[in-house]
Structures are given as structure tokens and as C-alpha cells.
């Protein structure tokens, strides 16, 4: 006699289910991309000093070309979010990775700064589209209450190819030129991309949204959750509310303040970061300090950053999360003035900059946990990606500010004065939003400690 299908709410059984083997598949191949992201990222900030010189780049115009990718960035994260909620996330995020790999390769062959505004732009697309479909993607094969835990350690992978970038640039760029530091940035997007074609599982929420096949959501499911006994001829639900992938549903209900304040939080963070990141190095240089220094001080703050990242996770799985990321921005608020107040000397500066890293660089990692419990499923890619689009706009206006700075030629701690006193308002924009749980909660059903059986789940 054949088993009558039965109803699953996938959200439920998903948010509920042991941590096992595929969410840790899923965690390393999302932390890779992160990775990878990050080290493209900043990879104009560690050869900028070179390719200043080669290509006859003076500081006013190297504003337009630290922003070109940030500008992609924004226009990837828009694009390739809300294609992610249309489009799946595996689908996405792979193409993402494709496009700022090639793009990064590409720009070897850039002999001017129209070329290279160009490929930085494109590669920019590529780098903006691929975190929010990563995030999302973690988030929704992660349980519930390990789910904040997971998507920072994911994200942490942002710091680490940062990190590695630094390492690999200081002895790269110094030795073999800038181009060397591309062909790395390039083919390591590339390779991985392969892998996640072959690995990469598809998220269950948007197979199960779109109607994707029974046998293969089941056998998905069976992969988190080995226990539930999964079916082809069952049926598959999403009890949580389906607004569909538009903005307005970011404005529904007790989400607009909290999408208003989060936009503020990621438009001022990555605004105050990727100045430095972009503008530091090249500032030390011209104070005095060598490349390889300089280059160093970059990597300082990625491992502030990482440590920062599982520090804030730890106290924000004891503590009210909001509250411990508003403190951190008022730290790194600190911490980037006291950059200033090194004067354009190593030590202090890179300690300045391991405190930085700790505070302000983990705080970016926490804005993401957050954002991913602030909307529901339908709309959460979509939600991501506006969040940080709203970041990647700070982030093209920070390295042009630093530019137009740079023209009145100010003493060395005026830079991080006027830019880190910006961070005290995205630690009250976090102070004020709603507790996220509740929306969490709310939204996609909070773990019970328990799996809810199927005729739990009846619609």
C-alpha cells in the first residue's frame, strides 16, 4: 500500500534540524566566496601605489578609480539580489563569480585609466551580486538557532581573503609588479567557481517557492535533515508570508524602520571602510612609509577583523545582538581616530588599525546576521541586497571623498577624525531598530528544540 503523501513547512523542519555535514559543505563553499570577494575587493588598495605610477594617476584622480568597482557593486547587489529571489541563489551566485573573476583576470591587459575604470566597473557587478546571494543562501539552509553563528562565520571569509590579499600582495607586488597580484585575484574566482557548480546545493526555501521539483527538494532536505524521512510525492510549504520580490514589501509593517535604520547602518560602515582600505596604504606611502609597510597595515586590520567577527558572534549569541554591534561601531569610531593620531607611523597605526578591524570591520560582519532575520524568505535576497547596495553607495562615496580630501592637502589625522565620527551615527541607527528575533520569529518560525511533526503543518 503506498504511503499517503503528507505536508512539510520546509522553514520549520530546516530552522529545526540538527547541525550536520551539508551545513558545514555549505558554510565552506559560501566562505570561500566571501573569500574571494573580499580579496578583490581590496586588491586596487594594495597595488594602487604602482599602478599610480605606471599609468600616470595622480591623487585627484584616483578617487574615480578606488569607486568604479564600489559603483559595480552597487549595481550588482540591486541586479543580481533580486534576481537571486527570481532566479535562485546557486544560479546566481555562481555567475557572480564568474563575472568579477574574469573581470579581475582581464584587467592585467589594462594600459590606461579608461581601460581600467571599465574592467574595475564590470568586475565591480560581479563582486556586488555575489554576497547577498551567499548570505541569503547560508541563512536559509542554516537552523535557526545556530543561524546568526553560520552567516558570520561566512561572512568572516570577506576578512580572510582580505587578509590573505595582504599577505600575498606584499611579496607579490614589492617583487613582481601589479599585474602579478591580478592573475592571482583573477584565477582563484575561477577555480572556485567549478567547484561550486559541481558541490553547491540550490536553496530548499527557493525550490520549494517555485515548485522546483519534488524528488529533488526531498532528497535536499534529506541531506540537512536526516531524520524527516522526506518523500517526491509529498507536499512542500512555506508557511511564513510570501510578499513576492519587491521593494515595498522592505516597507511593510514593522520592517520599514528597520530596513531605513539598516541602510543607514551599511551606507556609513562601508563608506568609513573602504576609504581606508583604498585610501590608506597610499597615504602612508606618501608620508614616508615603505609599500611593503604600507601593504601591511591592510592586513592588520583583516585579522582584526576575523577576530573581531567570532568575538562579536560569541557576545551576540549571550547578548542582545543589537546592543553588541552598536557598541562595536562606537569602538571602531575610537579606533579609526586613533589612526590619525599615529601620524603616519607603523606601529601605532597598525595597531590603530588591528583595533579598527576588531570593531568597525566586525561590525560590517554583524550588520549581515541581522539583515538576514529582518525579512522572510520571499524577499530576502532582495532585502540583502538593497541593504548593501545602500553600503556599496557609502562605499563609492568614501574613497571620492578621500580624494576630494586629499586636494587640501589637511594634516594626516584630519582624515580619520572627519571619518570616523560618522560611525557614532550607525551605532544609534542600530540601537534604534526593533529587536530582529521578533521578526525572525515571526516570520520564519523560531526553533522549538523539537521537529514539528507533519500533520503540525497542515495549511
Known amino acids: 500500500m503506498t504511503e499517503s503523501p503528507r505536508t512539510w513547512d520546509v522553514a520549520d523542519r530546516l530552522n529545526a534540524a540538527p547541525l550536520g555535514s551539508w551545513h558545514w559543505v555549505v ?83 589594462a594600459h590606461s585609466v579608461q581601460a581600467l575604470l571599465v574592467l574595475r566597473l564590470v568586475t565591480g557587478l560581479g563582486l556586488g551580486g555575489a554576497l547577498p546571494n551567499a548570505v541569503t543562501l547560508m541563512a536559509e539552509c542554516a537552523p535557526a538557532r545556530h543561524r546568526p553563528l553560520l552567516v558570520t562565520l561566512m561572512y568572516i571569509g570577506f576578512s580572510v581573503g582580505g587578509l590573505f590579499g595582504g599577505v600575498v600582495a606584499e611579496a607579490l607586488v614589492v617583487e613582481h609588479g601589479w ?11 575561477l577555480g572556485l567557481a567549478l567547484v561550486l557548480w559541481w558541490l553547491l546545493p540550490e536553496s530548499p526555501h527557493y525550490l520549494t517557492r517555485t515548485g522546483a521539483g519534488g524528488e529533488r527538494l526531498a532528497r535536499l532536505l534529506g541531506r540537512f535533515d536526516r531524520a524527516g524521512g522526506y518523500a517526491p510525492h509529498d507536499r512542500y510549504v512555506l508557511a511564513e508570508a510570501a510578499p513576492g520580490a519587491r521593494l515595498s514589501a522592505l516597507f511593510e509593517g514593522q520592517r520599514r524602520r528597520n530596513t531605513l535604520l539598516l541602510w543607514l547602518a551599511f551606507f556609513i560602515n562601508l563608506l568609513v571602510l573602504f576609504f581606508l582600505l583604498n585610501w590608506l596604504p597610499k597615504l602612508l606611502v606618501d ?37 553588541m554591534l552598536a557598541t562595536f561601531f562606537a569602538l571602531g569610531a575610537v579606533s579609526i581616530m586613533a589612526i590619525g593620531f599615529g601620524d603616519g607611523h607603523f606601529l601605532p597605526v597598525a595597531m590603530a588599525c588591528l583595533a579598527t578591524g576588531l570593531f568597525a570591520g566586525a561590525a560590517q560582519v554583524g550588520l549581515y546576521p541581522i539583515a538576514t532575520q529582518v525579512y522572510p524568505s520571499a524577499v530576502r535576497a532582495t532585502g540583502v541586497g538593497w541593504a548593501q547596495a545602500w553600503g556599496r553607495i557609502g562605499s563609492i562615496f568614501g574613497p571620492l ?59
Open 27 to 109: 558554510l565552506a563553499l559560501t566562505f570561500a566566496v566571501a573569500a574571494v570577494d573580499g580579496l578583490d575587493a581590496q586588491i586596487i588598495g594594495f597595488t594602487a601605489p604602482q599602478l599610480a605610477a605606471e599609468l600616470g594617476i595622480g591623487n585627484d584622480r584616483l578617487g574615480p578609480v578606488f569607486s568604479a568597482a564600489l559603483l559595480g557593486m552597487t549595481g550588482g547587489a540591486l541586479l543580481f539580489g533580486g534576481l537571486g529571489d527570481r532566479l535562485g541563489r546557486r544560479r546566481m551566485l555562481i555567475f557572480c563569480v564568474l563575472l568579477f573573476g574574469g573581470g579581475t583576470l582581464v584587467t592585467v591587459f
Open 179 to 189: 599585474r602579478a597580484m591580478f592573475y592571482v585575484g583573477g584565477g582563484l574566482p
Open 287 to 323: 608620508h614616508g612609509v615603505s609599500l611593503a609597510l604600507a601593504i601591511r597595515t591592510t592586513v592588520m586590520f583583516n585579522i582584526g577583523g576575523v577576530l573581531g567577527a567570532l568575538v562579536l558572534a560569541w557576545l551576540s549569541s549571550r547578548y542582545n545582538p543589537r546592543r
Open 401 to 459: 571623498a578621500g580624494g576630494w580630501l586629499a586636494v587640501l592637502e589637511p594634516q594626516f589625522v584630519v582624515y580619520f577624525l572627519l571619518f570616523g565620527a560618522p560611525l557614532l551615527l550607525a551605532a544609534a541607527a542600530i540601537a534604534a531598530m526593533h529587536d530582529v528575533g521578533v521578526a525572525e520569529h515571526q516570520y520564519d518560525g523560531a526553533a522549538t528544540g523539537r521537529h514539528p511533526q507533519p500533520e503540525e503543518r497542515q495549511p
